[in-house]
């Protein structure tokens, strides 16, 4: 089973994006940034979804500071016209969802998400 790391500060949301993606993977659901990194530093995740505005930093905050061998890392955000989230999505090339979501599009992107990721690279004949 897939093990998610969840960032998200809003405990409603937290409560309820672990809910639903609990249903398919083992999901760690951390309120801060600091919370996150020490989730990164002790567990293996194959996906980082976070929120981008936490209460002690950013998520690129969170991005830039776990460094090293990241997982797939997967944003999602209600301010996506903030400038700030903008540079980094465009910089890291970190896909994004719009708060608010519905449940169903939480879990296609997710589940899409992750099978781009782990479908094998194409091969081209030499």
């Known amino acids: 089973m897939k093990?998610?790391?969840?960032?998200?500060?809003?405990?409603?949301?937290?409560?309820l994006f672990q809910?639903?993606?609990?249903?398919?993977?083992?999901?760690?659901?951390?309120?801060?940034?600091?919370?996150?990194?020490?989730?990164?530093?002790t567990g293996t995740f194959d996906l980082v979804l976070s929120d981008f505005d936490l209460t002690d930093m950013t998520?690129?905050?969170v991005y830039r500071l776990q460094g090293g061998d990241r997982p797939l890392w997967?944003?999602?955000?209600?301010?996506?016209?903030?400038?700030?989230?903008?540079?980094?999505?465009?910089?890291?090339?970190?896909p994004y969802l719009?708060?608010?979501?519905?449940?169903?599009?939480?879990?296609?992107?997710?589940r899409d998400s992750l099978s781009r990721a782990s479908s094998p690279a194409a091969t081209v004949p030499a």
């Open 3 to 15: 093990k998610v790391l969840l960032i998200e500060d809003n405990r409603v949301l937290r409560e």
């Open 19 to 41: 809910s639903v993606l609990a249903r398919e993977y083992c999901v760690v659901a951390v309120a801060s940034g600091q919370e996150a990194l020490e989730a990164l530093r």
């Open 59 to 61: 998520g690129a905050d």
């Open 74 to 94: 997967l944003a999602v955000s209600g301010s996506e016209a903030e400038p700030e989230f903008q540079d980094w999505v465009k910089r890291e090339r970190v």
């Open 98 to 110: 719009t708060k608010p979501c519905s449940p169903g599009r939480l879990m296609s992107f997710v």
